[in-house]
């Protein structure tokens, strides 16, 4: 049976990270109260759009920047409007900053049982350039804190491939971060995004991207290391002790539904993509006139639904089902891709062994370049 999700975005940051393209802003008291309130007004407007929910996911912008009001108010109007799982993974992002021992037990006390922290790096100065606005102390303390408090189930989040890292320095972070031994972990490579003061930068020659080889050097250890360490890797940037992989992202990855609730949230039901306002103002104020903040609905061709299924699949370590893509489809994915699956069999960048195809460990590399092999709209 497929699962559900929820996703609540909370647009609000302190300060936007010099990397972030996400819709994002610093915000006052008032607005925060206001958006909340508008968040709830969704609620009781698509609530009947899902069932009953398997995953919780709370994302930004910086969630754990809310008030205590404002995060006991936002909780309460999810489980008053939803029907949850007993063993629904709810699951709040937040930066060290903006979390202390009194919001940390008001979480626990409100049924989150996931907390993902953007930690990012472990040096000042490389956190300083990323536009954090943590330090690696302040981290520590809180994941500490977040422990005797209760959460056993904790993400960390951690980048890598950013201008003027070296090898050095990045083997260095995550050997302090496994220190801390996390259930999970994520493990980013720096894209640089139009509209990023770190793009601005590059633009202007102020700094240089890593070669490609030094990012797939870091990127090696860290597979490597996490491995050695009891973690495995379950999609192409996320490790997890066992029992701890991240439910809420399987359910993207494996194609099932999910609704977006929430600034320029996405949603995914009944075979339509749908999705939100940017605009804050427009948002609200659709809200207080009882109309929902659509911005646009797509219903997916058929073409469209089998490559989202294949590049979703794919990016798991479990791939995809045979039996499972025929069954969706009437179709034999080999009959769909006979020419393109034999040559990425003979470049050995997948591998097809009881009823599954996944990337092989040279096609994790090359992940982009296997997905254009199944590109046709």
Known sequence: MNKK???VHIPFCKSKCNYCDFNSFNANEKLMDEYIQALIKEMTLTKDKIDILDTIFIGGGTPSILSLKNIEKLLRGIYENFS??????????????????????LLKSLKINR???????????????????????????????????????INIDMMFSY?????????HALEEVLKLNPKHLSIYSLILEEGTKLYDL?????????????????????RDILEQNGYHQYEISNFAKDDYECE?????????EYLGIGLSAHSYLNSKRFYNKSNIDEYIKDLENEKLPIKEIKDLTLDEKIEE????NLRMNEGLSLDEFYKLFDIKLENLYSKEIEKLL???LVVIKDGVIKLSKRGIDLSNKVFIEFLRT
């Open 84 to 105: 949850i799982k007993d063993d629904c993974e709810i699951t709040m992002e937040s930066n060290p900053k903006t979390l202390n021992l009194e919001k940390l037990k």
């Open 248 to 256: 809420h992202n399987k359910i993207y990855w494996r194609c099932e």
């Open 163 to 171: 201008p003027n890292q070296s090898l050095k320095e990045w083997k």
């Open 202 to 222: 590059y633009e202007e020659g102020s700094i240089e991207i890593l070669d490609d080889q030094l990012d797939r050097q870091m990127y090696y250890f860290a």
């Open 115 to 153: 907390l993902s922290m953007g930690v990012q790096a472990v040096s000042d100065k490389n956190l300083k350039f990323l536009g954090r606005i943590h330090s690696f102390e302040d981290a520590k303390k809180m994941y500490n804190e977040a422990l005797k408090v209760g959460f056993s189930n």
């Open 346 to 348: 003979k470049d050995e």
């Open 309 to 312: 299924k294949i590049f979703m």
């Open 5 to 7: 999700a929820l996703y």
